[in-house]
C-alpha cells in the first residue's frame, strides 16, 4: 500500500517568479472549481495542508470517480527544490547538450554504480543553491544537473511544483493548460509512490 501523486513541475519559473506564477494558477484552479479553496488536512509533506478537491475536479482527471482519500488535496511547493518520482530506480538520464542517453542499471535493473558517479551529490548541490554541474560521460562537457532530463521522468529540478495527492491520472490536456497558465513555461509531469 502507499500513497501515489502526481507533480507538475515548471522547468523554467525562476525562483524570482515562482509565488506569482504558483498563485495565478491556483486561483485559475479555484475560479474553475477543480480545487477548493480552503486548506485543510489532505496532503502529505510540507506543512501537511492543502487544497482538496473541488465539486469539478474531474476537469483534470480522466476517472470520473470521486477521491475519497484522507491524503487527496493538492500542495504547492516553491523554492528550489528536487522533485522525484518517490520509489524504483531510474533506468537512464540524457544529457542536454549531446542528447546521449547514460544507462544508469543494467538489464535486471541493478544500479551501475559507475555511471552513476558524475552524477553524485549533484542534486543535493543544486538543491542548496549551486549548479550541480554534471560532466557527460559521453561528450565530456559540463552542464546543470537541471538541465537533465531522467527516463519516465523520475527527476526534476525547478522552483515551482503542483503535487496532486491520490487523483486519477491527470489529463494531458489539462497538464498543457497549466502550462499554457504558467505564460507557456515548459513543464514535466512525475507520477510515484510513497
Not at 65 to 85: E, K, M, Y
Amino acid at each position: 500500500m502507499g500513497d501515489y501523486f502526481q507533480t507538475i513541475v515548471d522547468l523554467d519559473a525562476t525562483e524570482r517568479e515562482a509565488q506569482e506564477c504558483g498563485a495565478r494558477v491556483l486561483d485559475w484552479l479555484i475560479a474553475e472549481g477543480i480545487v477548493a479553496a480552503e486548506r485543510t488536512d489532505c496532503v502529505l509533506g510540507g506543512d501537511g495542508y492543502g487544497h482538496p478537491p473541488g465539486p469539478h475536479f474531474t476537469k483534470a482527471v480522466g476517472d470520473l470517480d470521486p477521491v475519497d482519500l484522507w491524503s487527496n488535496g493538492l500542495h504547492i511547493q516553491t523554492g528550489r527544490t528536487v522533485f522525484d518520482s518517490g520509489q524504483g530506480d531510474v533506468g537512464a538520464a540524457t544529457c542536454p547538450l549531446c542528447r546521449t542517453g547514460i544507462r544508469l542499471v543494467d538489464e535486471v535493473w541493478e544500479p551501475i554504480e559507475s555511471a552513476w558517479e558524475p552524477f553524485e551529490g549533484r542534486f543535493h548541490d543544486w538543491a542548496e543553491g549551486g549548479e550541480g554541474i554534471v560532466h557527460c560521460p559521453s561528450c565530456a562537457q559540463p552542464s546543470g544537473i537541471d538541465r537533465w532530463s531522467w527516463e519516465d521522468d523520475a527527476y526534476a529540478c525547478g522552483h515551482l511544483g503542483f503535487t496532486f495527492w491520490g487523483w486519477a491520472e491527470l489529463t494531458s490536456a489539462f497538464t498543457r493548460e497549466v502550462g499554457r497558465r504558467l505564460g507557456g513555461h515548459r513543464t514535466v509531469l512525475l507520477a510515484g509512490k510513497l
